[in-house]
């Protein structure tokens, strides 16, 4: 008990450069636990600095915690001397989450910075996925012309050889670019996708693995998961999916896969919760419906198990909407 006690006086007695400080070396060192609880106790102590508020959203970005994030690096960004830093931390998490359009109106302005090239290909790939074609096509110009050996270019060159199922020559830029910048986020995973894809499941496995130890990232989790249920351990592929829960609670497939899991292993209750949560947050697919009636059919709730059966029947007769449960979440 002294002991505890002691140790909250020396982090009540730390100044907040102190705490900066310490916080970028965790984070630096990859300690996010260690960044997070610091810099959430001092966010409380120090609610005017800047610095804190910046490094808390950085540590909330690496674990994964986007959502989480965009307040402390809002904050930041309004400090001249951090705005540069914290738009393109913003940037980067809005493009994470999927939010394009705010992705680039971050970044711009920011294509001329030591970062240039990270900037310029969230660009590219922002402005393609929202159909700005045109300027994605100036973005990918500019990034080949200006860093033609950057890790980003690299990456961006193994995305479009991969979108072209050219899945060798993919993978050979994916290494080139980690080559590059060994810390470049998701190369790792996208090798591993792709060795996936491939179904040679030892290389996916290898490099899923390692983008998992680098952070919490919910999709190498989840796939991990996917390789460890194939082979029939489904204690570990519980805990895989569950945590890629963690990382990323809107993952309707990692709840479906975990509801077949536990349904497999006769943990009904539970697993009628994540079936519902995967219909919740999915509520044009097919499957979730059909193991959910699996699973009460198993439990003799007839009634309930042919409600879902029709639900599947009405959703398949559908029109098609384009719903993958496995592939198509990758991005």
Same mark, same amino acid.
């Not at 961006?156 to 290494?175: F, I, N, R, S, W």
């Given at each position: 008990?002294?002991?505890?006690?002691?140790?909250?006086?020396?982090?009540?007695?730390?100044?907040?450069?102190?705490?900066?400080?310490?916080?970028?070396?965790?984070?630096?060192?990859?300690?996010?636990?260690?960044?997070?609880?610091?810099?959430?106790?001092?966010?409380?102590?120090?609610?005017?600095?800047?610095?804190?508020?910046?490094?808390?959203?950085?540590?909330?970005?690496?674990?994964?915690?986007?959502?989480?994030?965009?307040?402390?690096?809002?904050?930041?960004?309004?400090?001249?001397?951090?705005?540069?830093?914290?738009?393109?931390?913003?940037?980067?998490?809005?493009?994470?989450?999927?939010?394009?359009?705010?992705?680039?109106?971050?970044?711009?302005?920011?294509?001329?910075?030591?970062?240039?090239?990270?900037?310029?290909?969230?660009?590219?790939?922002?402005?393609?996925?929202?159909?700005?074609?045109?300027?994605?096509?100036?973005?990918?110009?500019?990034?080949?012309?200006?860093?033609?050996?950057?890790?980003?270019?690299?990456?961006?060159?193994?995305?479009?050889?991969?979108?072209?199922?050219? %899945?060798? $020559? @993919?993978?050979?830029? *994916?290494?080139? #670019? &980690?080559?590059? !910048? +060994?810390?470049?986020? =998701? /190369?790792?995973?996208?090798?591993?996708?792709?060795?996936?894809?491939?179904?040679?499941?030892?290389?996916?496995?290898?490099?899923?693995?390692?983008?998992?130890?680098?952070?919490?990232?919910?999709?190498?989790?989840?796939?991990?998961?996917?390789?460890?249920?194939?082979?029939?351990? %489904?204690? $570990? @592929?519980?805990?895989? *999916?569950?945590? #890629? &829960?963690?990382? !990323? +609670?809107?993952?309707? =497939? /990692?709840?479906?896969?975990?509801?077949?899991?536990?349904?497999?292993?006769?943990?009904?209750?539970?697993?009628?919760?994540?079936?519902?949560?995967?219909?919740?947050?999915?509520?044009?697919?097919?499957?979730?419906?059909?193991?959910?009636?699996?699973?009460?059919?198993?439990?003799?709730?007839?009634?309930?198990?042919?409600?879902?059966?029709?639900?599947?029947?009405?959703?398949?007769?559908?029109?098609?909407?384009?719903?993958?449960?496995?592939?198509?979440?990758?991005?």
């Amino acid at each position: 008990m002294a002991v505890g006690t002691g140790g909250a006086f020396r982090a009540a007695a730390q100044t907040a450069e102190q705490i900066n400080r310490q916080a970028s070396g965790d984070l630096a060192a990859g300690k996010l636990d260690a960044a997070l609880s610091e810099l959430q106790g001092a966010a409380r102590r120090f609610p005017t600095d800047k610095r804190i508020e910046f490094n808390l959203g950085l540590a909330l970005v690496r674990k994964g915690r986007l959502k989480e994030a965009i307040p402390p690096l809002r904050s930041a960004s309004e400090d001249p001397n951090l705005a540069g830093e914290a738009h393109y931390a913003l940037g980067a998490d809005y493009f994470e989450s999927k939010q394009y359009d705010q992705a680039i109106a971050e970044l711009r302005g920011l294509q001329n910075t030591e970062r240039a090239d990270r900037v310029l290909y969230i660009v590219e790939e922002s402005n393609r996925r929202t159909g700005h074609i045109e300027d994605a096509k100036n973005a990918f110009h500019e990034l080949l012309t200006r860093f033609p050996d950057s890790a980003w270019t690299h990456y961006l060159m193994g995305t479009a050889y991969e979108d072209a199922q050219q %899945l060798d $020559k @993919a993978v050979e830029e *994916y290494k080139l #670019a &980690l080559e590059k !910048d +060994p810390r470049i986020p =998701n /190369a790792n995973f996208a090798i591993g996708y792709v060795y996936w894809r491939q179904q040679d499941m030892d290389e996916a496995r290898e490099w899923l693995q390692k983008e998992a130890l680098s952070g919490c990232h919910a999709l190498a989790n989840y796939y991990l998961g996917e390789i460890a249920r194939t082979e029939g351990d %489904l204690p $570990k @592929a519980e805990a895989l *999916y569950r945590r #890629a &829960l963690q990382c !990323d +609670p809107s993952n309707s =497939n /990692a709840h479906l896969r975990l509801g077949i899991v536990l349904g497999d292993r006769r943990r009904y209750p539970e697993a009628i919760g994540q079936l519902k949560e995967a219909i919740r947050l999915d509520p044009s697919g097919s499957s979730a419906h059909y193991h959910l009636a699996t699973v009460y059919r198993q439990m003799g709730r007839t009634a309930d198990a042919q409600t879902e059966y029709r639900k599947v029947r009405q959703l398949q007769s559908a029109p098609d909407k384009g719903v993958d449960v496995t592939g198509g979440i990758k991005r």
